[in-house]
């Protein structure tokens, strides 16, 4: 299991987030938009910040 700092913890908590809130915006934008290509983009992109925390969270959990 990886020690982290109160500084590593403090960095990893402010990243999940910033992509946890990304994630929701792009979520939101994404079933709000009216034009399809470009709500499809924000829903890729919404998944893309989704797995980005599901990868922090893995980090910060010892995974």
Known sequence: MTKFTEKDIEVLSGLLMGEGM????ARM?????TDASLAARMGKIADSHARRFGALLSVLEGK
């Open 29 to 33: 934008y994404s079933k709000t938009l």
């Open 22 to 25: 990304a994630c929701k915006k």
